[in-house]
């Protein structure tokens, strides 16, 4: 019986171990984008309360009013999503009092021997009347304000293989084998309760009931 506790804590600790050997992590990449804005005019507007900055990319029709305010770049290392530079080259208009970015074009840059991915753009500011919004309907996208003021890190799961963890599940299945070849396990562990009751009648066999 105790053999039999034994193994099976055994075989659980086993399972554990071989369980542990792939974990989650959690991988956070904090994606810095870097910019320049150059402006043509100088406009009044609020830079504290974000509003919708349309993206226009190079051969987009362009068939609503727009005055052109400045011109503006976006980048960021090769591994960081287009979608986060685009949010920089966004917040760089917004900052020039811009509501649109056109001609968007995407191209490689080098800084100090390393090679970047760049958005350029002009900056514009739209006339967004009835008309613009039946072509092009109000998204309410601020995702650029938040993500160029702080430069959000993005996160993600996968799954990593650990091979210490896997090493120390290979030993361990080792020594269980190890274990059953030298106390090979059968069902004879049991005390033989048989024989102790022949033994017990023929005691009252001696005692006189004949």
Known sequence: MK?????TALYLSLLILL???FTTVQS???????GKKVPIQNLDCSTTTPEDVDVFYEGDSLSFNYKKIGFVTAHGEQQIPDSLIINRLKY??????????TEVVKSNILINNY???QFSANSVRIEKDSTYYNQYPPQNDFSFYHFS???ITTSTEYTKFNPGLTLLSFAATITVV???ALNPSDDNDEPDYEEEDYDYWDDEDDDGWE
């Not at 053999?3 to 193994?7: C, E, H, N, T, V």
């Not at 956070?28 to 870097?34: I, R, V």
């Not at 760089?92 to 970015?101: A, D, I, K, W």
């Open 19 to 21: 369980s542990s050997c």
């Open 28 to 34: 956070h990449t904090y994606a810095k984008t870097e």
């Open 92 to 101: 760089n208009s917004y900052l020039l009092c811009g509501n649109g970015v």
């Open 149 to 151: 003021k702080n430069d």
């Open 115 to 117: 090679t970047y991915k």
């Open 3 to 7: 053999k039999s506790i034994y193994l």
């Open 178 to 180: 190890i274990i059953k």
